[in-house]
């Protein structure tokens, strides 16, 4: 399905991914962590706040991928996008059998839950002895710049559809612990000016463009569908005309100390 603002034949949900700052450094970090995975079963499972961009990218690196979606939206865009299904995967009970999967990456999913035991616990029941789990999810810690003006104007955790603001590098790594886990590397993304484009294009969605057409729904924070995108093509053309500025802005980052991230990684194993 194509946007209205397409100016290619390449599909939409691509044509936005080449515009997100974070999701390209999402991306970088997560396929550094993952690394090798041609001859792997692999399991990518998201929770909203996803077009079927990332799930492309993944598949392009080779491995026998499957899909999964907690919030269950956009499911069928997804698939027309990869020509294969996306499941609705409820956090309590992934649809798969015992040791299914040699790896599964779990990409913002942790922040959207009242207790993610549960959801780790199946994660490493559906992994072969041995496999991988790679986590990422924001980072919650209060005293980052980012996170504080991000709070003062509004954009608190309920706003992006989470339950708590995040985790720091330390949290993540003892919950994944304490679901059996051994966490064997981590890894980060995203800094300052990262954020604060962001925050610019995140803020301008739910409290400008949404309110003129209704109030975005909880972690409805950009475009995910077709039909989103075709309603507020205008803006997004300005924004595609705006996206130069903002990834030189983005690029100071690397002037600031690497272990400020704001999304946190972990990578571990069932053992």
């Known amino acids: 399905m194509q946007a209205s603002t397409a100016s290619t034949s390449?599909?939409?949900?691509?044509?936005?991914?080449?515009?997100?700052?974070?999701?390209?450094?999402?991306?970088?970090?997560?396929?550094?962590?993952?690394?090798?995975?041609?001859?792997?079963?692999?399991?990518?499972?998201?929770?909203?706040?996803n077009n079927g961009a990332l799930n492309w990218h993944f598949r392009a690196r080779g491995g026998d991928w499957t899909w999964g979606d907690l919030a269950g939206e956009n499911l069928a865009e997804m698939g027309e996008l990869l020509k294969d299904p996306v499941l609705h995967t409820p956090h309590?009970?992934?649809?798969?059998?015992?040791?299914?999967?040699?790896?599964?990456?779990?990409?913002?999913?942790?922040?959207?839950?009242?207790?993610?035991?549960?959801?780790?616990?199946?994660?490493?029941?559906?992994?072969?002895?041995?496999?991988r789990a790679v986590v990422t999810v924001p980072n919650g810690d209060p005293t980052l710049p980012a996170n504080r003006i991000k709070w003062r104007l509004g954009m608190k955790p309920e706003i992006y559809g989470h339950t708590r603001a995040g985790y720091t590098m330390a949290e993540l790594r003892g919950t994944i612990k304490r679901a059996g886990f051994t966490?064997?590397?981590?890894?980060?993304?995203?800094?300052?000016?990262?954020?604060?484009?962001?925050?610019?294009?995140?803020?301008?969605?739910?409290?400008?463009?949404?309110r003129k057409k209704g109030r975005a729904e909880p972690g409805h924070i950009a475009p995910t569908s077709a039909g989103e995108l075709s309603t507020h093509s205008s803006a997004y053309r300005l924004y595609s005309a705006f996206f130069p500025v903002a990834r030189a802005i983005s690029a100071l980052d690397g002037l600031l100390p690497k272990e400020r991230y704001y999304a946190v990684t972990v990578e571990a194993r069932r053992v």
């Open 183 to 210: 966490p064997v590397g981590h890894s980060g993304y995203s800094g300052f000016f990262t954020e604060m484009m962001e925050l610019i294009i995140n803020f301008g969605y739910v409290f400008v463009l949404s």
């Open 92 to 131: 309590e009970m992934l649809p798969f059998d015992d040791e299914s999967f040699d790896c599964v990456v779990a990409i913002d999913v942790l922040e959207h839950l009242d207790d993610d035991q549960p959801f780790l616990a199946e994660v490493r029941r559906v992994l072969l002895p041995g496999g």
């Open 10 to 49: 390449q599909p939409w949900q691509l044509q936005m991914f080449r515009r997100s700052l974070k999701k390209q450094q999402k991306l970088k970090d997560l396929l550094a962590v993952v690394g090798e995975v041609s001859a792997q079963r692999c399991l990518l499972i998201t929770c909203g706040d």
